[in-house]
């Protein structure tokens, strides 16, 4: 399956919206759309992910680059109804307490 | 024949989707828990990207070969590749607390993964080239 990534923004907020499989094929283009809109962004990034069928530890990694380049610059960064598979890895790799995480868009 | 199926594709991280759908097909076969069989896929998902990306620094023309086999007791998967061996120390097992955000790392995680999902994880790098990794899942939960 492919990944589908859409980028909408606000003034203040950069929403990137992930449909379909992320794997190590497919992470390379969710780092590049991740780091793009936390370098864009004014004030907070929102990655939903409620269309995520199926993430591994590239997608994870990734999300922690964007996370810690947010922090950084002094953004937020929100992880969007998460798909269960997205926090099935994510409670593996006991990293659900350390994100921001909004189940309920 | 020591296993039920064997599947040889090259390390092109393209073939992962398809590694997962056998995989997944295979163990649901076994009447695990639906959660469970997700784990596995993740978890051979990750041994065969730390192949491409470790043993085969990348390259996507090296032989990943995955053998599976139903025991009596548990189901075992074999990860072979023919790239450049691991050091031990990429594939010991870290307790994995939940970390601060300031001591987040990217990366580094797959190997953690397998060990969290199996019962048994054996590591065997070869002496000058490639690497098998053992994964055994106890059939009785």
């Not at chain 1, 379909?20 to 793009?36: N, Q």
């Not at chain 1, 809109?37 to 922690?64: C, F, I, P, Q, W």
């Not at chain 1, 937020?76 to 997205?86: E, G, H």
Request: some cysteine; charged content about 30%.
């Amino acid at each position: 399956m492919a990944l589908k990534i859409d980028r909408n923004r606000s003034d203040l907020v950069e929403v990137i919206t992930v449909e379909g499989e992320v794997d190590l094929y497919t992470s390379p283009d969710l780092r590049s759309a991740v780091l793009k809109a936390v370098r864009k962004a004014k004030e907070r990034v929102e990655v939903n992910l409620a269309g995520v069928a199926y993430m591994d530890s590239s997608g994870v990694a990734t999300l922690v680059e964007g996370f810690k380049k947010a922090n950084e610059s002094s953004k937020t960064f929100t992880l969007v109804a998460p798909s269960d598979s997205v926090m099935k890895v994510l409670q593996l790799a006991k990293l659900d307490g350390v994100f921001e995480i909004d189940r309920a868009p | 024949m020591n296993y039920d199926i064997r599947l040889e594709v090259r390390s092109d991280p393209r073939h992962l989707g398809l590694i997962r759908t056998l995989i997944h097909d295979w163990v649901d076969g076994f009447g695990l828990p639906h959660e469970l069989v997700h784990d596995v896929v993740l978890a051979i998902d990750e041994a065969c990207s730390n192949v491409i990306r470790h043993a085969y620094e990348g390259r996507g023309d090296g032989p990943l070969e995955i053998r599976l086999q139903a025991l009596p007791e548990h189901l075992e998967f074999e990860v072979r590749d023919q790239g450049v061996p691991c050091p031990q120390e990429c594939h010991e097992r870290r307790s994995l607390e939940a970390p601060d955000a300031d001591e987040l790392q990217p990366g580094g995680l797959g190997v953690q993964l397998m060990h969290q999902v199996f019962d048994q994880v054996v590591f065997c790098p070869g002496e000058k080239r490639g690497n098998c990794v053992t994964m055994r899942l106890l059939r009785k939960r």
